[in-house]
């Protein structure tokens, strides 16, 4: 089942496999966001923006409405 990764809960994993925004791949594909790699969600702002992830070994902070153009599978 997809979800954005805004919909992640921390402390779940979940496999990115899409991108709504090409822009915003090419900006997360130089961070090492990749369809088919794995993030976890580690915390959410206590307004929801932004949420910190670990990806291919290092943390990121993804600011909401960039959040919600990952298209995730969860794990």
Do not use: H, W
């Amino acid at each position: 089942m997809t979800k954005k990764l805004s919909e992640i809960k921390p402390g779940k994993s979940a496999r990115i496999t899409a991108f709504s925004s090409e822009e915003l791949f090419l900006k997360l594909m130089e961070m090492g966001c990749v369809p088919g790699e794995i993030v976890t969600v580690n915390q959410i702002a206590p307004l929801k923006d932004p949420i910190s992830i670990t990806v291919s070994g290092y943390q990121l902070s993804l600011r909401l409405n960039e959040a919600d153009q990952v298209i995730v599978e969860e794990c």
